[in-house]
């Protein structure tokens, strides 16, 4: 019987750090989502979109989530996100993101991260590269619905292809249409 109690405690031990090692622990005590992360790094939950169906945290802040598509949420602008997300989550920002675009005009920039001033100022911070564009941060509170349509710097490239096409049916036909 000894060695029974020694079997099943080596089986406990093996099976304790395994779920450590590949967070089944939190999931089965309840994970945390994504979401909830970002409320508990001072950052608003609405900064990703729904949809959000898994992520991975690791203990250096790294982040990755998983969204079923591709797809745009409207705020103040319009937002695209990747189908996956990822970046440096500490508090009060995430940095080193990709995986998110933002429009101004006519334009998509990607978002490289985002911040908010500690105490809070109301004000959420984007760094689209040349610039900081800053919106509500109340904006963000909640998730928002996010719409499946394509990147359109995909139908750019489409059209762009469409209108070069006359040029690259070939020297005798140029000469055809010219």
């Known amino acids: 019987m000894g060695s029974h109690c020694r079997v099943s405690t080596i089986w406990v031990v093996i099976l304790a750090m395994w779920a450590i090692e590949t967070n089944f622990g939190t999931w089965a005590m309840g994970a945390s989502s994504i979401y909830d992360e970002l409320k508990s790094h001072?950052?608003?939950?609405?900064?990703?979109?729904e949809g959000v169906n898994g992520f991975k945290l690791g203990d250096d802040g790294k982040f990755e989530a998983y969204l079923e598509?591709?797809?745009?949420?409207?705020?103040?602008?319009?937002?695209?996100?990747?189908?996956?997300?990822?970046?440096?989550?500490?508090?009060?920002?995430?940095?080193?993101?990709?995986?998110?675009?933002?429009?101004?005009?006519?334009?998509?920039?990607?978002?490289?991260?985002?911040?908010?001033?500690?105490?809070?100022?109301?004000?959420?911070?984007?760094?689209?590269?040349v610039v900081y564009k800053q919106f509500s941060a109340s904006l963000f509170d909640k998730p928002r619905n996010c719409d499946n349509s394509a990147h359109p710097n995909g139908l750019v490239k489409k059209l762009k292809r469409i209108l070069q096409y006359p040029f690259n049916l070939g020297k005798d036909a140029r000469d055809d249409v010219m």
């Open 42 to 49: 001072g950052l608003p939950m609405g900064l990703l979109p």
């Open 69 to 129: 598509q591709p797809c745009n949420a409207k705020f103040e602008s319009e937002f695209h996100y990747d189908r996956n997300v990822s970046g440096e989550l500490g508090f009060g920002y995430i940095r080193n993101l990709t995986g998110v675009s933002a429009q101004d005009l006519f334009l998509w920039f990607p978002v490289k991260g985002v911040r908010v001033d500690i105490p809070s100022s109301g004000i959420i911070y984007f760094d689209v590269g």
